[in-house]
């Protein structure tokens, strides 16, 4: 799924998000909410939960993608398991929070330009590249599991 090269920018620039991980939450959700302030009424007043999550949910995301390829075909738990857990993740959004599908190039973009920010000269064309097939990856599995609970409501 990623080239060992992918893996490698994906691994290296997060390792510089860490030491800075607050701040790039800051910078994420400001951008968010300059894109499209009506998404604050989503989340809570105090966003430091959030935060949390949406940087562990990233971190995890860089993770799970730098496993070697032949650990792709080995049965993992299904709470290590990437793509269970964006399908889950997706369905969420759909059922409780109410995300709608095209939100999902605004998240996008306000992570590109945090990572942006928040990593500046480091952020080559080559790691942009990486982190967005990373983000479409899971985008687009979150929206399978938002189509999949968008079905099951219909029944």
Not at 15 to 42: G, H, N, S, W
Not at 69 to 86: C, K, M, S, Y
Not at 107 to 119: F, K, P, R, Y
Request: aromatic share 10%.
């Amino acid at each position: 799924m990623f080239s060992t090269d992918e893996k490698r920018l994906l691994r290296e620039s997060w390792k510089l998000v860490v030491p800075v991980i607050d701040t790039a939450a800051d910078l994420f959700y400001r951008r968010l909410f300059e894109l499209q302030p009506a998404y604050r009424a989503l989340f809570p007043d105090d966003m430091s939960g959030q935060k949390r999550k949406l940087m562990g949910m990233l971190g995890f995301a860089v993770k799970a993608c730098d496993w070697p390829d032949e650990a792709w075909a080995q049965d993992v738990a299904t709470d290590d398991d990437l793509v269970l857990v964006v399908l889950a993740l997706g369905r969420r959004h759909a059922m409780l929070y109410k995300v709608p599908q095209e939100g999902y190039a605004t998240v996008g973009e306000a992570l590109i330009w945090a990572l942006d920010m928040g990593l500046g000269q480091a952020f080559t064309k080559e790691t942009r590249a990486a982190w967005s097939k990373l983000y479409t990856v899971m985008s687009s599995t979150m929206m399978m599991g938002a189509r999949q609970a968008a079905k099951e409501g219909a029944r």
